[in-house]
């Protein structure tokens, strides 16, 4: 075990921030405390737990890479640190996030080692993401998302990763929305300008209908000219789901069992990069076989395939 810091506001949230750390620091293979569940498990671990009879929610970060470990030593603060500032300061400014109680950063040899964020669960909330998709038809719903966004971007506030997971709608209140996930954030002391704004919008919608409505209503609201912020917007968007279509693409071919998938991104990556130097039709025809066989399931915008003319 490391040497352990907490970071929190009041003896009593230090009290719950230890009790919660201690509580997941004991979890083993064969051993997982009363009344704490794994929720998420992915790079990072969320667990719900109960103390006193209050709901939280802790997120416990991997172990940083070594270079990493120094960075969040020495230079930087970890992410659980900026996760308890970040939600502070959005407090500060009236935006609604899950009531922080405190970080907790452990150290082995002198080196950041794992790192805790720790706050009160919220009740009857959902992501977004049915809405952003287009599974979920709700024009209002989604002005009153936009509505939210835009009052970030005028308080200065820049979620680095705005995506539909990072944002929850409450199912008791309509229109009241949260902000999650809060360690890469930036503030700014005046409104995000116009070109900062559309580029924080590239990554929330993987729809682009839903992309369209979103922008004309943010253009709107802001007072900017509609068909310019469509325009805008839906590049950065195809930009940015043209980039992870790769590692889509890689997660679903794995889960269908196919080996070598690196490989044959890899190939597809190649010959359109032959086929755009050379102009060679049968490239091109390889490029497009490789797509529809390897890409296309990855490509959940359609960002690629409009791009090239596949279809």
Known sequence: MGILKYFAEGDHNRKILKAAVGLVRSISEDNIPDGVTLIYDKRNKLYSLQIDQVEYVIKSFKVPIFVQRIVYTFIRPSKAIRSFRNSLRLYQLHIDNPQPIGAAIEYSGGLLSKSYYLSEKLDDTEDIRSLMDGSLHDPELLKMVVHFIVTLHLKGVLHIDL????????NCVRGHFFLVDLNRMKFFDSPLN????????ARISDSYEVTNL????????????PQHAIKRIQKYSDAFFSRKAFSFARRQLK????KNVRFFIYKYRLTRCLRKLLGSQSLYQAER????????????????????SYE
Do not use: V
């Not at 997971?165 to 409450?170: A, E, H, P, R, V």
């Not at 116009?194 to 919008?201: D, I």
């Open 163 to 170: 995506s539909p997971g990072n944002i929850l709608k409450s």
């Open 194 to 201: 116009e070109e900062m704004s559309y580029q924080n919008l």
């Open 214 to 225: 979103l922008a004309e209503y943010y253009a709107i609201e802001r007072g900017f000219d």
């Open 255 to 258: 889960k269908e069992g196919l």
């Open 289 to 308: 076989n490789l797509y529809f066989r390897y890409i296309k399931c990855g490509d959940i915008r359609g960002a690629i395939l409009r791009t090239e």
